[in-house]
């Protein structure tokens, strides 16, 4: 999210957005399950502060409920803005949408595309079971 959002900074309109999506780039993006987000964010983010989880989801909602521009949520943290705030998928043709789950598989293909050997370049993503098993018993109820 931050690279995108410098890349943004530096696209001044969309004539030059336009120009780099001409030259047929290898365009990609990792996603992640939303509620998967949201523990991820609370326990790296939130956590420390006292708040329930069940207080952090309250008030994520009530941001998101009550925010000016419902293209934008500027209003909310970009750790649990929706994914679409971020990264046009409407306007980009993503070559892979992978996601965290499977973003180790993905990561052959994504090499692959800009021909590079999976030893020259690190990609690691590591989410393991541990936060989707906590997902599930926060979801629970």
Avoid at 26 to 39: D, I, K, W
Avoid at 44 to 73: H, R
Avoid at 96 to 104: C, R
Wanted: glycine residues 2%; aromatic residues 12%; hydrophobic residues 35%.
């Amino acid at each position: 999210l931050i690279l995108l959002d410098s890349l943004l900074q530096e696209i001044k309109n969309m004539e030059t957005f336009n120009r780099i999506l001409e030259g047929d780039p290898v365009s990609f993006t990792n996603v992640r399950h939303p509620f998967e987000r949201l523990v991820s964010a609370y326990y790296n983010q939130v956590q420390s502060s006292g708040k329930t989880f069940d207080q952090f989801v309250q008030s994520v909602l009530m941001t998101a409920n009550t925010t000016q521009n419902k293209q934008t949520y500027f209003e909310m943290n970009q750790h649990w803005r929706p994914y679409n705030t971020y990264c046009a998928f409407c306007n980009i043709n993503y070559k892979v949408i992978s996601k965290m789950e499977t973003f180790n598989d993905d990561k052959k293909r994504i090499m692959d595309l800009l021909g590079l050997e999976d030893e020259e370049t690190r990609l690691m993503v590591e989410t393991g079971n541990t936060i989707e098993s906590t997902t599930r018993e926060l979801f629970r109820n």
